[in-house]
């Protein structure tokens, strides 16, 4: 049995395009979380081209990727995987207002549940953050974290300002311990 690091591991190299350790590894979903998964010759097929839109990503091609993962829309259109993929490929572009419609076809036809959702959520408040809307961005990152992503998790620590307050006076106290500045404590 692979332990946590390991299946951290395998995934990233797997799902290249997510946080590590993003909620991917089966055994880690909680059973009602998990997506539903069609077996159909249509399914393998979509998948195929989400694979090799990733490899194509991954050299630099994100034209390519995007023709495969349009092609994946095509024969799935109610698989949101593809989407979430699209989007990527679509953010890399700068075609935000894109990315985000596809995003929230995911969640949609995801119904907000699984790894679909969490990793939509999860995209989605990467882009509210870049945007400034940290509101939007902690509602998904809450969605997403509720989901299982310990990346969604940390991001919402990070966003919390006591959180924030607080690290920074424990990185003051070890700072001054290490300097010797604190005699007696």
Request: hydrophobic share 40%.
């Given at each position: 049995?692979?332990?946590?690091?390991?299946?951290?591991?395998?995934?990233?190299?797997?799902?290249?395009?997510?946080?590590v350790?993003?909620?991917v590894?089966?055994?880690?979903?909680p059973?009602?979380?998990k997506?539903?998964?069609d077996?159909?010759?249509?399914c393998?097929?979509?998948?195929?081209?989400?694979i090799?839109?990733?490899?194509?990503?991954e050299?630099?091609?994100?034209?390519?990727?995007?023709v495969?993962?349009?092609?994946a829309i095509?024969?799935?259109?109610s698989?949101?995987?593809?989407?979430?993929?699209?989007?990527?490929?679509?953010?890399l572009?700068?075609?935000v207002?894109?990315?985000?419609?596809?995003?929230?076809?995911?969640?949609?036809?995801?119904?907000?549940k699984?790894?679909?959702?969490?990793?939509?959520?999860t995209?989605?408040?990467?882009?509210?953050?870049?945007?400034g809307?940290?509101?939007l961005?902690?509602e998904d990152f809450?969605?997403?974290s509720?989901?299982?992503?310990?990346?969604?998790?940390?991001?919402l620590?990070?966003?919390?300002?006591?959180?924030?307050?607080c690290?920074?006076?424990?990185?003051?106290?070890?700072?001054?311990?290490?300097?010797?500045?604190?005699?007696?404590?």
């Amino acid at each position: 049995m692979a332990s946590a690091g390991d299946r951290a591991i395998l995934n990233s190299i797997f799902n290249p395009l997510l946080p590590v350790g993003e909620c991917v590894y089966e055994e880690d979903i909680p059973k009602e979380l998990k997506d539903t998964d069609d077996e159909s010759p249509d399914c393998a097929e979509a998948k195929e081209q989400e694979i090799l839109g990733v490899k194509a990503a991954e050299a630099g091609d994100v034209e390519g990727a995007l023709v495969h993962f349009n092609r994946a829309i095509k024969i799935t259109p109610s698989r949101p995987s593809g989407y979430n993929n699209r989007a990527q490929a679509l953010r890399l572009q700068g075609k935000v207002e894109e990315a985000m419609a596809d995003l929230n076809t995911a969640i949609d036809l995801s119904k907000g549940k699984g790894r679909a959702a969490c990793q939509a959520f999860t995209q989605r408040a990467m882009i509210h953050r870049l945007q400034g809307n940290d509101d939007l961005a902690r509602e998904d990152f809450q969605a997403a974290s509720n989901l299982g992503s310990e990346f969604a998790k940390a991001q919402l620590v990070q966003m919390n300002p006591y959180a924030a307050l607080c690290n920074k006076m424990l990185h003051d106290v070890f700072s001054k311990l290490q300097r010797g500045e604190c005699a007696g404590v």
